[in-house]
T-cell receptor
Framework: DSGVTQTPKHLITATGQRVTLRCSPR?????VYWYQQSLDQGLQFLIH???????AKGNILERFSAQQFPDLHSELNLSSLELGDSALYFC????????????FGPGTRLTVL | GQSLEQPSEVTAVEGAIVQINCTYQ??????LSWYQQHDGGAPTFLSY????GLEETGRFSSFLSRSDSYGYLLLQELQMKDSASYFC??????????FGKGTRLSVIA
């Protein structure tokens, strides 16, 4: 158990819908990272927050947004969902902003039908 | 851009030694990390090389040569439970990690 929690574990929804994925980092970790993992892709970095502020953006679509709240939990919002958005979404946390050792949550498997 | 290359698949026999290589095209990576991911599971941190040379942690060792933009993960005394995907990842300091596409290791009896 990494200490990172993600909810929900599974999510099935339809195209065009909007969903919110939730992540609670390890106690004391200030950094939260979001990744997308599809079957044919590795881990694609989406976005990084450090202590409530956005620090870096990766290949995140404009339909996707995220935020980190004062209690350090984070939410990833995915809207106007498409079939291609079906993937595993991981949240990871680290103590520092440039964390090479990241602790991953169990992931949310999103299926868009 | 930044990219890391690693073999897509490796097969090795139980009890043997296997080396998973990782080469990167961006100079200036501050170090190389390795993660393990079992099917259906989350990536788990294995090791981080900040300096050139070999780091040993039990049956796993990791090596980095920044002058060659190259690293590897060495797994000894392979066990069936080592069957998983292994990812190398690099960072330019306070930038997010860039992950390779992963190497799927199959350990056979």
């Amino acid at each position: 158990d990494s200490g990172v929690t993600q909810t929900p574990k599974h999510l099935i929804t339809a195209t065009g819908q909007r969903v919110t994925l939730r992540c609670s980092p390890r106690s004391g970790d200030l950094s939260v990272y979001w990744y997308q993992q599809s079957l044919d892709q590795g881990l694609q970095f989406l976005i990084h927050y450090y202590n409530g502020e956005e620090r870096a953006k990766g290949n995140i679509l404009e339909r996707f947004s995220a935020q980190q709240f004062p209690d350090l939990h984070s939410e990833l919002n995915l809207s106007s969902l498409e079939l291609g958005d079906s993937a595993l979404y991981f949240c990871a946390s680290s103590a520092l902003a440039g964390g090479n050792e990241q602790f991953f949550g169990p992931g949310t498997r999103l299926t868009v039908l | 851009g930044q990219s890391l290359e690693q073999p897509s698949e490796v097969t090795a026999v139980e009890g043997a030694i296997v080396q998973i290589n990782c080469t990167y095209q961006t100079s200036g990576f501050y170090g190389l990390s390795w993660y393990q991911q079992h099917d259906g599971g989350a990536p788990t941190f294995l090791s981080y090389n900040a300096l050139d040379g070999l780091e040993e942690t039990g049956r796993f060792s990791s090596f980095l040569s920044r002058s060659d933009s190259y690293g590897y993960l060495l797994l000894q005394e392979l066990q069936m439970k080592d069957s998983a995907s292994y990812f190398c990842a690099g960072s330019l300091g306070n930038t997010p990690l860039v992950f390779g596409k992963g190497t799927r290791l199959s350990v056979i009896a």
